[in-house]
Nanobody, 124 residues
Framework: QLQASGGGLVQPGGSLRLSCSAS????????IGWFRQAPGKGREWVSS????????HYAESMKGRFSISRDSAKDTVYLRMDSLKAEDTALYYC???????????????????WGQGTQVTVSS
């Protein structure tokens, strides 16, 4: 089971850190991905962290602003988001996949278990 949290209302240019807490399994054994879905749009891949070596992978538009990390002792994966823009407003989900090859990370159909989502709203 996954529990996403940390969303909220933030001004443009601000930062947030989302958390994805796992129960029933160890995050070190499964890749964790973050996706987002804005109103009226499809689900978009944001970032994933590999179970194999802890390497981080990002969608092109997120590089340099978002950072994914993992705390295996807490079974939690974090998504740090900086320089937030209005277009980052969305419902953010975390999910697990047992794929170890990053090629598969951007496709949401490769993920098995999903958290309930946490809302991020970027507005002045």
């Amino acid at each position: 089971q996954l529990q996403a949290s940390g969303g909220g209302l933030v001004q443009p240019g601000g930062s947030l850190r989302l958390s994805c807490s796992a129960s029933g399994f160890t995050v070190a054994y499964a890749a964790i991905g973050w996706f987002r879905q804005a109103p009226g749009k499809g689900r978009e891949w944001v970032s994933s962290i590999s179970s194999k070596d802890g390497s981080a992978h990002y969608a092109e538009s997120m590089k340099g602003r978002f950072s994914i990390s993992r705390d295996s002792a807490k079974d939690t994966v974090y998504l740090r988001m900086d320089s937030l823009k209005a277009e980052d407003t969305a419902l953010y989900y975390c999910a697990t996949t047992f794929y170890t090859i990053s090629y598969f990370y951007p496709d949401s159909s490769n993920y098995d278990y999903w958290g309930q989502g946490t809302q991020v709203t970027v507005s002045s």
